[in-house]
């Protein structure tokens, strides 16, 4: 038996703090689809409405014309904020650590949280911006970064939200594209020691934007920035002279929230739109089901607010819900690689949700540094980002849940707003890798090439089946479209196959009914007529105990079609032997089978990622086919040397 067919039983402890069991769930899940209407109707009391909407789904994928709870209106900082100041006022909204574990802890109550944003928004007024406006945010990871998100919900602006470490051209090239007149961020941010340049960033941003009128300036680490008379203020100045209180935007269900960037993986970022109600329904429901929030415990959502994971489960998810989220500046290894754990024992943290990428980047220094730490705070885990290998799901399983603790695998995209597929800690065992259940109205299916359904189209087809994964219905929480550009969501989501949603994954259902999410179709590579998914090649390379992480693509082999080409980092400390490189060809050869044998395996000290941590295979695969004059847009890679380092090393000349 392969560590992927563990089962992890339901755990008498998720029971009990559960709210959602198995035979729930089933029920749930059953109305969701059966009863959509009324299933939704349901939720609605989740928000606070000013109008309450009496249209539950109303959409189309052909032509694509989506919208939920169209004729209700409702402001999301009030669902944020407002309706907790009865009972909430001086419950803790955010936790903000920082970079240097030495600054001081701030500690931000929904009271203040309220507060702060409505001046905020005030002086978001004061300069000038309006109702549908775009309010382009570079920020740190401050609690700024929030208000300023509520503040534009709170008077009808558009977000959008440009992580805190891109480059001028990368903030440009938003700024333009969403039409953004007002920018909002800091003097500088602090990562891993060292000062982040905002303001100077965006000062180099804007000689290619003529039209931003203003930037609001938050002064964070105090270090001295260019401050252009007309155009830039200084949040704490305008701060001194704004009101406290400011008076919601009545807003309709489907008018705009924000915009957000993918992360780029496969191509040129685009900007996603999402809208008021279904987004915050979506975000609400899914943060307190697949978590199981209970109130007064703290939650720690370590993605940026620069990436929709920040904004769905730092901000509305969590702030919707009235709880407590911890919003951590700096990053996994600083001061030292125990950061993480030495953050959730300090803070005695909750609920923990991190990436795949992270947990591998930690696993290569051993267990060690996480029992340096008094973790028992914990109950609950979870992982979002990329699939996780079964081989880093057990080390996050066994050293940081201490093998009792549920995990949590959400599989999700910018473009669903929130969770889509997982399993729910009191309802679901556990398989490692399996991203296993559908959330409520999400119909997952498998098609082929053709868009024949292989395990649907209401997904009753039990596996095992493999295929490329697309979404029968919408759901609430599903975007809207990209922004400024329908042909291309229509032609992206819901043209290869027609009247469907592509997920661009593909997936496979087990035999129990699991799902397994194996990878991005583009990335499927098919040797002798086999196709695989890099994601299993990938667990059976990083199933080694040397191997810290793994990427493999396809590149055209004369025989095979595609030959198997395998980007390897090993532990740290760990010596690269052709003894090391026949165990790990073996260890392919016995988790898949022959098949699957790597062609090349090259090691390399880092792989190209992007700044939201993932690998772009994208480039890898330029490299492996020897094109490498044709990689595409880099722009959101993290660190661009990486690609060079490994265009020299390349094996497949
Ligand atoms: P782009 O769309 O610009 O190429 P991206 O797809 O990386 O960028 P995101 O929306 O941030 O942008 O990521 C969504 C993708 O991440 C999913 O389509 C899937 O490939 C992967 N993913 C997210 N969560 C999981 C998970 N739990 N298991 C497997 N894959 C996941
Ligand atoms: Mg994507």
């Not at 402890?13 to 069991?21: C, G």
Request: a negative charge; one cysteine or more; charged letters at 20%.
């Amino acid at each position: 038996m392969s560590d992927a067919d563990h089962l992890f039983p339901v755990t008498d402890a998720a029971l009990a703090a559960t709210r959602t069991t198995a035979a729930q769930y089933a029920a749930n899940y059953a109305r969701s689809l059966s009863d959509s209407d009324g299933f939704w109707r349901d939720q609605v009391g989740r928000l606070d409405w000013m109008t309450p909407p009496t249209k539950m789904g109303n959409w189309s994928w052909d032509p694509v014309d989506i919208k939920w709870f169209e004729d209700g209106v409702l402001n999301v900082s009030v669902n944020c904020l407002d309706r907790h100041l009865p009972h909430h006022a001086d419950t803790i909204a955010i936790v903000w650590e920082g970079d240097d574990p030495k600054a001081p802890v701030r500690r931000i109550s929904y009271g203040e949280l309220h507060a702060e944003t409505c001046r905020m928004a005030n002086a978001l007024i004061g300069l000038g911006v309006q109702k549908g406006d775009r309010v382009t945010l570079y920020m740190p990871m401050i609690p700024e970064a929030a208000m300023a998100m509520l503040a534009c919900a709170r008077i009808g602006a558009v977000h959008s939200v440009v992580f805190g470490g891109f480059s001028p051209e990368a903030i440009a090239g938003r700024i333009q594209d969403a039409d953004s007149k007002f920018v909002i961020t800091a003097d500088y941010g602090n990562r891993a020691g060292k000062p982040l340049q905002l303001k100077g960033a965006v000062d180099k941003a804007l000689e290619q934007c003529p039209d931003v009128e203003a930037v609001l300036v938050v002064r964070h680490t105090g270090a001295e920035v260019n401050m252009h008379p007309e155009r830039d203020h200084w949040w704490h100045e305008l701060r001194a002279q704004v009101p406290a209180t400011c008076t919601p935007e009545p807003m309709a269900a489907e008018d705009p929230l924000f915009i957000l960037y993918t992360s780029g993986s496969t191509g040129k970022p685009k900007g996603v739109l999402h809208t008021t109600a279904g987004y915050l329904l979506w975000t609400n429901m899914t943060f307190e089901t697949v978590f199981d929030y209970r109130q007064g415990e703290l939650f720690w959502c370590t993605a940026d607010v620069g990436w929709v994971t920040g904004h769905s489960y730092i901000v509305y998810g969590p702030l919707s819900n009235a709880a407590t989220v911890l919003m951590f500046e700096g990053v996994p290894n600083y001061p030292d690689v125990d950061r993480f754990w030495a953050t959730i024992a300090k803070h005695k943290v909750n609920i923990f949700y991190t990436a795949p990428t992270a947990l591998r980047a930690l696993m290569r220094d051993g267990p060690e540094p996480v029992d340096r730490h008094d973790l028992s705070s914990l109950r609950l885990l979870g992982t979002v980002g990329e699939p996780i290998n079964p081989e880093a799901w057990l080390w996050y399983h066994r050293h940081v849940g201490k093998s009792k603790l549920p995990i949590v695998d959400t599989w999700w995209q910018t473009e669903t707003g929130g969770a889509m597929m997982t399993p729910l800690p009191g309802a679901h065992a556990l398989k490692p890798g399996a991203a296993a259940m559908p959330f409520y109205g999400i119909v997952p299916a498998l098609v082929d090439a053709e868009g024949k359904f292989i395990a649907g189209p209401e997904g009753q087809n039990p596996g095992p089946n493999e295929g490329n994964l697309v979404l029968t219905r919408s759901w609430p929480g599903q975007a809207r479209t990209v922004y400024g550009d329908h042909e291309r969501f229509t032609q992206t989501y819901f043209t290869t196959y027609r009247g469907l949603y592509f997920t661009g994954d593909g997936a496979r259902r087990d035999a129990d009914g699991y799902w397994w999410i194996t990878g991005r179709v583009d990335d499927v590579i098919n040797v002798s007529g086999h196709r695989m998914g890099t994601a299993e090649v990938e667990s059976a390379l990083v199933a080694h105990p040397d191997v810290a992480e793994a990427a493999v693509v396809g590149y055209p082999h004369d025989i095979k079609g595609q030959g198997i080409y395998a980007y390897v980092t090993l532990n740290s400390g760990v010596e690269a032997s052709d003894k090391l490189l026949t165990e790990l060809r073996y260890s392919v050869r016995e988790h898949i089978g022959p098949i699957a044998t790597p062609d090349h395996l090259h090691l390399t000290p880092a792989l190209p990622k992007t700044r939201s941590g993932k690998i772009m295979r994208r480039i890898l695969r330029k490299i492996a086919e020897n094109d490498f004059a044709a990689l595409g847009d880099t722009s959101t890679l993290a660190d661009p040397s990486v690609v060079q380092a490994l265009i020299d090393g390349r094996l497949n000349r």
